[in-house]
């Protein structure tokens, strides 16, 4: 990844650009059209510096080191699943469970099962107090 960070006036450059889904000062996400269009432009023989300039992304803002990272991300996951592998897999995968509100019955089995654990818990500590106390007779 590049060490290149974008300042304020280039980010709002950026931001306007139709094929920018969403930049920040340390990273750029583009469109899935945009990824569409440049594979299909890169298999027609253009350069990736072309393409991306073309879209009016300044390749002088971005780094030749962004540009080429995303030519080998794009390439390879186009090559692996075709156009599906293009789509952006994080939505929805935060890492946090939902937030739904459970039924009663899937309430009463988590708090079972949250019992059951401080009691195998507390028989644990129970048989180390035990231990500890035979040693020190």
Same mark, same amino acid.
């Given at each position: 990844?590049t060490?290149?960070?974008f300042?304020?006036? !280039?980010?709002?450059?950026l931001?306007?650009?139709?094929?920018?889904?969403a930049?920040s000062?340390?990273?750029?996400?583009y469109?899935?059209d &945009?990824?569409?269009? &440049?594979?299909?432009?890169? !298999?027609?023989?253009?350069f990736s510096?072309? $393409? &991306?300039?073309?879209?009016?992304?300044d390749?002088?803002?971005?780094?030749? !080191?962004r $540009?080429r990272?995303a030519?080998?991300r794009?390439?390879?996951?186009?090559?692996?699943?075709?156009?599906?592998?293009?789509?952006?897999t994080?939505?929805?995968?935060?890492?946090?469970?939902?937030e739904?509100?459970?039924s009663l019955r899937?309430?009463?089995?988590?708090?079972?099962a949250?019992?059951n654990?401080?009691?195998?818990e507390?028989e644990?500590?129970?048989?180390?107090? &035990?231990?500890?106390?035979g040693?020190?007779?």
């Amino acid at each position: 990844m590049t060490k290149k960070t974008f300042t304020e006036k !280039e980010i709002n450059q950026l931001s306007l650009n139709p094929y920018v889904k969403a930049v920040s000062a340390k990273g750029i996400t583009y469109t899935e059209d &945009f990824k569409q269009l &440049f594979i299909a432009e890169r !298999e027609k023989g253009k350069f990736s510096r072309q $393409i &991306f300039e073309e879209a009016e992304l300044d390749a002088e803002i971005l780094g030749m !080191e962004r $540009i080429r990272s995303a030519r080998k991300r794009w390439e390879a996951a186009y090559q692996k699943n075709g156009v599906l592998g293009l789509h952006d897999t994080r939505k929805g995968r935060t890492g946090r469970t939902g937030e739904r509100s459970l039924s009663l019955r899937e309430k009463n089995v988590r708090l079972e099962a949250q019992i059951n654990l401080l009691q195998a818990e507390n028989e644990l500590l129970k048989k180390i107090r &035990f231990a500890e106390r035979g040693r020190k007779k």
